[in-house]
């Protein structure tokens, strides 16, 4: 696929039509599925080009070097929002891959556009649970690193059991790291941040820093992350590696 060609027109498809989605009931969600506001151009880029850049969640392992057609590290994206920080990284980093992972059609959409818009050919998506497409889908050993940038903090204590930084999806994404892969996660909400941390830190996983790290270089700054700290609102980083065997 050349992504410099990639562009949408206005000729989408059935604006009125809903992304369709393959659920296991089995599975413990870590959100809900809200259907938000798509604006035409998200849908129209939805439409046109998730049957280029996106990958439909199967039960049997994935070939990451043919789904990107090219032999390169490949980095795991989970609950990229509306896109603007993953499309900002893969433009920075054309020599990586980049898998983005979530369950929300507008964001989806938005990143489909800002795709088109930049032209990144290092960016491909999955519009599905990541735990089952962790699972299921990628081989053990075989990301460069995963990034989990502001998951819903779940605040309530009765809700903390939804929170995706749990010891037995960490450990399951510990296995798809290769040995000195990274995990970086980022908060804004602090008691999510310390539950994180201790996590972490009980995992297989380790610590790169003495407890939460500075912001890596390769996470750039949202205009909502911006407004937060002029407001002395704070935000947390951790990077995990996987041990070098």
């Not at 900002?88 to 980049?98: G, K, L």
Request: glycine content about 10%; charged content about 25%.
């Amino acid at each position: 696929m050349d992504a410099m060609s990639l562009e949408c027109s206005g000729a989408g498809g059935d604006a009125d039509a809903a992304p369709a989605h393959r659920f296991s009931s089995r599975s413990i969600r870590s959100f809900v599925l809200r259907q938000g506001h798509m604006s035409p151009a998200q849908r129209r880029c939805l439409d046109e080009m998730m049957p280029e850049i996106g990958i439909a969640y199967r039960p049997e392992p994935l070939d990451l070097a043919a789904a990107f057609g090219r032999d390169a590290p490949k980095i795991l994206e989970i609950g990229f929002g509306m896109g603007e920080t993953t499309a900002q990284i893969a433009a920075d980093h054309p020599e990586t891959d980049y898998l983005g992972i979530e369950v929300h059609g507008p964001g989806v959409g938005a990143l489909c556009k800002r795709i088109a818009e930049n032209g990144l050919a290092n960016l491909r998506i999955v519009q599905h649970d990541a735990v089952e497409v962790l699972r299921d889908m990628i081989a053990d050993g075989a990301l460069a690193g995963a990034h989990v940038f502001f998951p819903d903090p779940w605040r309530k204590a009765r809700h903390h059991k939804r929170r995706l930084i749990q010891p037995g999806f960490v450990a399951l994404l510990a296995r798809k790291l290769a040995p000195g892969a990274y995990l970086h996660c980022a908060t804004d909400w602090e008691n999510y941040a310390e539950w994180m941390l201790d996590v972490l830190s009980s995992s297989a996983l380790e610590n790169t820093a003495p407890g939460f790290a500075p912001r890596p270089g390769h996470r750039p700054l949202t205009k909502f992350e911006n407004r937060g700290l002029r407001l002395g609102h704070g935000v947390w980083d951790l990077v995990f590696r996987r041990p070098q065997q």
